[in-house]
């Protein structure tokens, strides 16, 4: 699955890195909790998160993750925006909980992988 299908699959809204859509998602990773994601995360992810904090990308980066998807009509600030682009990272935001958006993208062949 791409980044673009992700996008179309949630019907979410791209704020940086349009040009990166057609990069490889293999899993999901869903939590506000960022230390959460560093034990359970795979490269090549999209991490879904209503934690809006310049944390989030930094452990995007860590990891190797894909794209960030801010639920539940969450809105990065400038200064995440601008660590993303630097990062070469997508960001999306979408007004779907996490529980949905993570059934949503299950539903269409997403998995999260074993723990």
Known sequence: MTARDV????????LTGEEFLDREITSACASDMMSDVLAFSKDHSVLITGLCNPQVIRTAEMLDIVCVIFVRRKHPDETILTM???????VMETGHRMFS??????????????V
């Open 7 to 14: 996008q179309k699959i949630i019907g979410a809204r791209v």
């Open 84 to 90: 993303a682009k630097e990062r070469e990272l997508i």
């Open 101 to 114: 958006t993570c059934g949503m993208l299950y539903s269409a062949g997403l998995g999260g992988g074993a």
